[in-house]
């Protein structure tokens, strides 16, 4: 149960797109299309922004995508906003009903 | 509206226990499979348990396995995790989720501090 690997930051200007990696193994992140990603700051619950990789909630912009090549999954912001600031955690299946998140990287808006 | 709000956070000393609750409201509880996630001061989030919708399938981080133990009463809606022999390394903000289309819907959290 190894914490998936996330940059620890990330930054862009407004209307900058910015992209997170994500990279786990053939056990979690490659073995599964059940990669989801959460915004989360602080004093708040965690918010989920994508889910199976690449599934988006109603309620959240277009500008979040999601996708996965092999072990590693990515978050991408399109157009980034100053209301897009915040922690963003990764989370895989990896298997006999666990659940494994990445580390957090903190997205600044410039 | 879907609701699941914690309860039974608290200080607690070191070796002792604890048992959390997450009281679900505005859906169909048994139908769900449910985890606890939790944040150390500082920290990122960590997946605790989980629990299938039956409660028939659970599992435990390694970080928790065999001193905590996720359980749901269905008639109740009601979530639990009982925590024994608490070390500092827990001392979190801890969550209940509901699994569906990712973790869709969360608690507010509850912080449990371990503390002599």
């Known amino acids: ?110 | 509206q879907v609701q699941l709000v914690e309860s039974g956070g608290g200080m607690v000393q070191p070796g002792r226990s604890l048992r959390l609750s997450c009281a679900a409201s505005g859906f169909t509880f048994s139908s769900y499979r449910m985890h606890w996630v939790r944040q150390a001061p500082g920290s990122g989030l960590e997946w605790v348990a989980g629990i299938s919708f039956d409660g028939s399938i659970e599992n435990h981080a390694d970080s928790v396995k065999g001193r905590f133990t996720i359980s749901r009463d269905n008639s109740k809606d009601t979530l639990y995790l009982q925590m024994n022999s608490l070390r500092a390394e827990d001392t979190a903000v801890y969550y209940c989720a509901r699994d569906y289309l990712g973790l869709g819907y969360w608690g507010q959290g509850t912080l449990v501090t371990v503390s002599s």
Do not use: H
């Not at chain 1, 149960?1 to 996330?6: D, K, N, V």
């Not at chain 1, 193994?25 to 199976?52: C, E, F, H, L, R």
């Not at chain 1, 996708?67 to 298997?95: P, R």
């Open chain 1, 1 to 110: 149960q190894s914490a998936l690997t996330q940059p620890r930051s990330v930054s862009g200007s407004p209307g900058q797109s910015v992209t997170i990696s994500c990279i786990g193994t053939s056990s979690d992140v490659g073995g599964y299309n059940y990669v989801s990603w959460y915004q989360k700051n602080p004093g708040k619950a965690p918010k989920v922004m994508i889910y199976d990789v690449s599934q988006r909630p109603s309620g959240v912009p277009d500008r979040f995508s999601g996708s996965k090549s092999g072990n590693t999954a990515s978050l991408t912001i399109s157009g980034l906003q100053a209301e897009d600031e915040g922690d963003y955690y990764c989370c895989s299946y990896a298997g006999s009903s666990t659940l494994v998140f990445g580390g957090g990287t903190k997205v600044t808006v410039l």
